[in-house]
């Protein structure tokens, strides 16, 4: 069975201070995608990332930087010099490589940051 | 490009009723797929359309149907509604592209069962 785990219920922080977001994920198949999402207080879910099961490099994107490792089935989320705007709430998802397109859904973390 | 809209965005129904929400993916996409989401269970996959069909169902009861027309339109239906069905219903959009898919979301119709 697919499972995805963020222990992380509730993170505080100050504003400029860095913060990573953990997310373990358990899957039998041998391809499967991940992905993070952002819940503002607004409600909708917007995409921030995809990766694909064959392609461990980590990637950058301004203020934010995804480390994926296959051999500790995690695939985290840090933010560097948090902004007051990026308070929501952050969820990691895992998909199948098969037919089956349903999202597999972490339980979220509400990430507060304070001016 | 227009994202993915949901309507209505609030609904308030009482106990027993029936409801409808409608879901028009972004444009070029021909799957859609709904989740329901709550404070106790969070995201839970409902179903997923393409092409009119349904591909994959969730463990949902029978309660909660859907379909697809031809334009990719998508509608969700909850019949005999409970106060466990309060919700924010999620629809999402997709190419389908094995290896590029990303599933893109719409605001959310959020359900008040009274």
């Known amino acids: 069975a697919q499972k995805v785990t963020q222990a992380q219920t509730e993170i505080s922080v100050v504003e400029k201070e860095d913060v990573t977001l953990d997310c373990v994920y358990e899957?039998?198949?041998?391809?499967?995608?991940l992905f993070w999402y952002k819940q503002p207080p607004s409600g909708e879910l917007v995409f921030l990332i995809r990766?694909?099961?064959?392609d461990e490099q980590n990637e950058i994107s301004g203020r934010y930087s995804w480390n994926f490792q296959k051999s500790t089935s995690s695939f985290n989320f840090t933010i560097t010099a948090s902004q007051v705007v990026d308070s929501a709430v952050y969820f990691c998802?895992?998909?199948?490589?098969?037919?089956?397109?349903?999202?597999?859904w972490g339980l979220g973390t509400s990430l507060a940051v304070n001016p | 490009k227009a994202g993915v809209t949901q309507t209505p965005r609030y609904l308030i129904k009482t106990r027993g009723q029936q409801v409808t929400l409608s879901c028009s993916p972004i444009?070029?996409?021909?799957?859609v797929s709904w989740y329901q989401q709550t404070p106790g269970q969070g995201l839970q996959f409902l179903f997923e359309?393409?092409?009119?069909?349904?591909?994959n169902k969730g463990n949902f009861p029978g309660r909660f149907s859907g379909r697809q027309f031809s334009n990719s339109r998508s509608e969700m239906n909850v019949s005999t509604l409970e106060l466990g069905d309060s919700a924010l219903y999620l629809c999402?959009?997709?190419?389908?592209?094995?290896?590029?898919?990303?599933?893109?979301f719409g605001p959310g119709t959020r359900l008040t069962v009274l």
């Open positions: 990766r694909n099961s064959f």
């Open positions: 998802a895992l998909s199948g490589g098969g037919n089956n397109r349903k999202l597999i």
């Open positions: 899957t039998r198949d041998t391809t499967y995608y």
């Open positions: 444009s070029g996409h021909r799957s």
């Open positions: 359309y393409f092409s009119e069909t349904q591909r």
């Open positions: 999402a959009s997709s190419l389908r592209n094995p290896r590029t898919d990303t599933q893109y």
